[in-house]
């Protein structure tokens, strides 16, 4: 039995900020990195931010970097999507996913590496 459940959703105004947070029930939480992926209405899921086992190494999209920040704890098997400064075309169905250990740096980018989702969050942020 594997799950994640994302929180932390909701409607927003520009420029405010909302901390998003996956729980997961996998069997060894730190045996694997973990993402955040999101889906606006009719444009394909996009790649935000990813973070290693050890929580060590992160990795961002260009269009969020220096706004979001990744984290995760262990301890608590959840990992965390700080999102500050948003803007309107931030706007989207937010997924957490997991990704089991593999190191090489492009498989933290692409959802085809990924083997569990959450059912989503919305994020809306009106201008």
């Known amino acids: 039995q594997v799950q994640l459940v994302e929180s932390g959703g909701g409607l927003v105004q520009a420029g405010d900020s909302l901390r998003l947070s996956c729980a997961a029930s996998?069997?060894?939480?730190?045996?694997?990195?973990m993402g955040w992926f999101r889906q606006a209405p009719g444009k394909e899921r996009e790649f935000v931010a990813a973070i290693n086992w050890s929580g060590r190494l992160t990795y961002y999209a260009d269009s969020v970097k220096g706004r979001f920040t990744i984290s995760r704890d262990n301890a608590k098997n959840s990992v965390y999507l700080q999102m500050n400064s948003l803007k309107p075309e931030d706007t989207a169905v937010y997924y957490c996913?997991?990704?089991?250990?593999?190191?090489?740096?492009?498989?933290?980018?692409?959802?085809?590496?990924?083997?569990?989702w959450g059912q989503g969050t919305q994020v809306t942020v009106s201008s």
């Open positions: 996998l069997r060894t939480f730190s045996s694997y990195a």
């Open positions: 996913a997991a990704k089991w250990r593999k190191e090489l740096a492009s498989t933290y980018y692409s959802s085809d590496y990924y083997d569990y």
